[in-house]
């Protein structure tokens, strides 16, 4: 049985399966890492839905239907685009949790002083609510993509027991 050594990650899962809820992602800067950690779980079939890898911002554009001129205004790399992919998956994937991740893990895209290598940005779309996240990593591209895959299990945990509280007390 192949498992991952991230308990952020085991927890998520946990939290989907236990409350019959399904996951998907649209990926850039990850290229698949986030969906490959998901599917590596015991019984990933009764949450994961699936993943695409659009790290070209043409794919944004195409496969998802992010508009170039978002792409055009805040760079392939941004929260704007991020939240679009994140938002626009649902014509794609129907699932409970929408993810996507864009970002600088090496150099070579729209990195700057205030947007440095390192700068990670994620959305997760849960139910109306859409949360934007953005995180500065350091090390080789590797580790920032394994901290990005960690720190994005360990927020949509905190999101699903925070909705999971919202609907036991909604009468």
């Given at each position: 049985?192949?498992?991952?050594?991230?308990?952020?990650?085991?927890?998520?899962?946990?939290?989907?399966?236990?409350?019959?809820?399904?996951?998907?992602?649209?990926?850039?800067?990850?290229?698949?890492?986030?969906?490959?950690?998901?599917?590596?779980?015991p019984?990933?079939?009764?949450?994961?839905?699936?993943?695409?890898?659009c790290?070209?911002?043409?794919?944004?554009?195409?496969l998802?239907?992010?508009?170039?001129?978002?792409?055009?205004?805040?760079?392939?790399?941004?929260?704007?685009?991020?939240?679009?992919?994140?938002?626009?998956?649902?014509?794609?994937?129907?699932?409970?949790?929408?993810?996507?991740?864009?970002?600088?893990?090496?150099?070579?895209?729209?990195?700057?002083?205030?947007?440095?290598?390192?700068?990670?940005?994620?959305?997760?779309?849960?139910?109306?609510?859409?949360?934007?996240?953005?995180?500065?990593?350091?090390?080789?591209?590797?580790?920032?993509?394994?901290?990005?895959?960690?720190?994005?299990?360990?927020?949509?945990?905190?999101?699903?027991?925070?909705?999971?509280?919202?609907?036991?007390?909604?009468?």
């Open positions: 049985m192949i498992e991952t050594d991230s308990v952020a990650i085991e927890q998520c899962a946990k939290l989907l399966k236990d409350n019959r809820l399904t996951i998907a992602f649209a990926e850039s800067a990850t290229g698949g890492s986030l969906t490959s950690t998901f599917a590596k779980l019984e990933a079939g009764s949450f994961l839905k699936g993943g695409i890898v790290y070209d911002a043409k794919l944004k554009e195409k998802l239907g992010v508009p170039k001129s978002l792409v055009d205004q805040y760079s392939p790399e941004s929260k704007e685009v991020t939240q679009e992919m994140a938002v626009r998956l649902k014509n794609l994937i129907d699932a409970d949790v929408l993810v996507a991740v864009t970002g600088l893990p090496s150099a070579g895209g729209s990195e700057s002083a205030e947007k440095p290598v390192g700068t990670m940005f994620y959305s997760i779309v849960l139910g109306k609510k859409v949360m934007n996240c953005r995180e500065l990593f350091t090390g080789t591209p590797d580790a920032i993509i394994s901290q990005t895959i960690e720190q994005i299990g360990k927020t949509i945990t905190k999101a699903l027991i925070n909705h999971h509280r919202l609907a036991n007390t909604a009468v």
